[in-house]
Each structure stands twice: as structure tokens, then as C-alpha cells.
């Protein structure tokens, strides 16, 4: 399919970048590019635009994570045409993708999706701008998994 035709050129990339850079460059260049994939491609969509809307902002924090995590999840599954769902655990929005573009065929000891941190912390970000988030990816399919999920965690900020 093509989709896999472009998650697997996506992978591609991502390696090579880490051959090229080492991993902690190569890492913290794709925590950029997703960071970027979000801005200009995610952010300007209807329902995520409107997550900076007064009466959106309005709602407490882990409202304000758990519906916008959402409603990137269906803009981004739109856009993919792969699964993307998110759950709550722990007081916290864990976010999975099925499919991953970031890892598609690569086996990794560690983590491997740093695009994805950085789109969902762009994200988090954009929904709640006052808030200091953190982010860790809990299972990635580079890793043997069967899907990549991040989970997400917000504190006020202060």
C-alpha cells in the first residue's frame, strides 16, 4: 500500500538521521520535525484550531488534555488512515498509534518515535500553553510492541 510506501521512507529517514547525527541528534532533530508536522499540518485543522477558543480554554487542564488529545487523535487517524485512539490511565491521556510511521519496520532497544514526542508536545502545548507537560513513550513497535503509546501528563505550571 502506499501508506506502508510512506511510513517505511518516513523510518528510512529517521535512521539514517540517527547514523548521520547519532542518536541524541538525530533524536532531537525529529522531536523538531514533528513539532513542525504539527504546525503546519495538524494545527490549522478546524477541531484543533479551535482548542485555543476562550470558551475551550476555559475548561481545567485535565479536561482540556483529554478532549484535545482526542480530537488530535481523530484529525490524525483521518489524515493517516491508520488507528489512532487515546484512554485515560493514571490520571493521565495515553495516546497509541497502531501503525507508526516513526518505526515502521525498525527494531530499537530503546524508544524509537521521537517525531511523535514532538508533534504530541507541540500539541500539548497548543492546548494548554500555560501548563508545564510531560511526555514518555510507554511502548514502542520498534521494541517488539504492538502498538506505540505515549503518555501524557500535565501540571500546572509554577
Do not use: H
Request: net charge neutral.
Amino acid at each position: 500500500s502506499s501508506e506502508a510506501m510512506d511510513f517505511a521512507q518516513a523510518s528510512a529517514l529517521l535512521g539514517g538521521l540517527e547514523e548521520t547525527l547519532g542518536a541524541r541528534g538525530g533524536r532531537g532533530l525529529a522531536r523538531r520535525m514533528g513539532a513542525a508536522a504539527f504546525d503546519r499540518v495538524l494545527r490549522p485543522v478546524g477541531a484543533v484550531a479551535a482548542m485555543r477558543d476562550p470558551g475551550f480554554q476555559a475548561f481545567p487542564l485535565d479536561r482540556r488534555l483529554r478532549a484535545g488529545m482526542y480530537g488530535l487523535a481523530r484529525s490524525l487517524g483521518q489524515i493517516t488512515s491508520t488507528s489512532v485512539t487515546t484512554r485515560e490511565q493514571d490520571g493521565a491521556v495515553v495516546f497509541r498509534l497502531d501503525l507508526c510511521p516513526d518505526c515502521w519496520g525498525r527494531s530499537s532497544q530503546t524508544p524509537a518515535c521521537a517525531p511523535s514526542i514532538g508533534m504530541l508536545n507541540a500539541a500539548a502545548a497548543w492546548i494548554a500553553p500555560e501548563a508545564e507537560i510531560k511526555i514518555v513513550e510507554i511502548a514502542c513497535r520498534a521494541q517488539g510492541m504492538p502498538a506505540c503509546e505515549f503518555m501524557i501528563r500535565g501540571e500546572p505550571a509554577g
